[in-house]
């Protein structure tokens, strides 16, 4: 699956399944061609929701199916999916950002939910209020990835409480892997980089 964005989203005005071709692409082998699948998703229904919001609720509540296990095979980047559509469509948020908050300790989402509210914290933050003790607690997750896309939800929440306890990880060397949507590509990183990403912000408004 090529990167070519441009070509893409012009997909969207004239292929009537390309979400559901999308939401294919999301159980492929390749990590890389899952994440960019679901960064794509996210960016067409941008587009589509502009003549047919509609169908775009329609595709969340159908990656909300298969993400249950009567739907024949567990769609494990749902949140993800879910959060990229929101992201693009922020009038989504009140909607649906509470039900994702639902999967925050469901197997296998946790990860990924939390990863999902990296992506649209800050356009509702105040919807995550509850699950924020939840996430801070998940800090102590053996876990990498989710210490990792803890640090990074409660930075796009714009948390403080959480400061000390983000402290004790700025030496955690511990690998994990992120999509950069900026390239495109799968990037190799530390839970000790996203910590320091958070204190530097801190920091900075201290």
């Not at 067409?44 to 249950?68: C, F, H, Y």
Request: hydrophobic content about 40%.
């Amino acid at each position: 699956m090529d990167r070519d964005l441009t070509a893409l989203e012009n997909m969207a005005e004239n292929h009537k399944n390309i979400m559901r071709t999308l939401s294919s692409l999301m159980y492929d082998h390749q990590p890389l061609i899952r994440w960019r699948a679901v960064e794509v998703l996210g960016r067409i229904s941008k587009i589509i929701a502009g003549t047919d919001p509609e169908k775009v609720r329609r595709q969340i509540r159908r990656i909300l199916w298969l993400m249950n296990d009567e739907s024949g095979g567990l769609c494990w980047n749902g949140p993800e999916a879910i959060g990229e559509i929101i992201y693009n469509n922020p009038v989504l948020i009140y909607e649906y950002g509470p039900i994702i908050t639902s999967f925050l300790s469901e197997e296998p989402f946790e990860a990924g939910t939390r990863r999902a509210i990296w992506r649209v914290g800050s356009i509702g933050p105040e919807i995550f209020n509850e699950s924020k003790i939840l996430i801070i607690k998940s800090l102590e997750s053996p876990i990498p990835e989710m210490r990792a896309f803890s640090i990074e939800a409660l930075n796009s929440l714009d948390d403080t409480s959480a400061y000390n306890r983000v402290k004790m990880l700025k030496n955690d060397s511990s690998p994990i892997e992120i999509y950069d949507f900026v390239k495109g590509e799968l990037k190799k990183a530390t839970v000790a980089e996203c910590s320091r990403i958070y204190l530097e912000r801190l920091n900075k408004l201290s």
